[in-house]
């Protein structure tokens, strides 16, 4: 019974960690979506950044269940590259919270 747990435990801790990239690869997509859109629609460019921005709020929500410090700490690394890429495309008044 016990290892039945553990291996349950085990798949879960996987899919989460395969969850989160998974959102971490579609939201860095979005962002290159953006920069192919911002000289011909800038409001749709907009709104794919702010799609992104969704997907980080989940990854932060969801990262810390990660139990696996390594796992965890290379989640957390590639979700601060995908905040510092959502803010060098989001104006500074939206950054600012203005």
């Not at 800038?42 to 794919?48: R, S, V």
């Not at 957390?76 to 959502?86: F, G, N, P, W």
Request: proline share 2%; aromatic share 10%.
């Amino acid at each position: 019974m016990r290892n039945a747990k553990a291996g349950r435990a085990s798949r879960v801790q996987a899919e989460l960690v395969n969850f989160l990239n998974i959102d971490l690869d579609t939201a860095f997509t979005f962002l290159y979506g953006a920069d192919l859109d911002r000289d011909t629609d800038q409001a749709y460019a907009a709104l794919i950044v702010d799609r992104a921005l969704h997907f980080l709020y989940t990854i932060h929500y969801f990262a810390r269940r990660v139990q696996d410090p390594e796992q965890r700490s290379a989640i957390e690394a590639r979700a601060a590259e995908l905040a510092a890429a959502i803010r060098d495309r989001t104006p500074r008044a939206v950054c600012n919270g203005e």
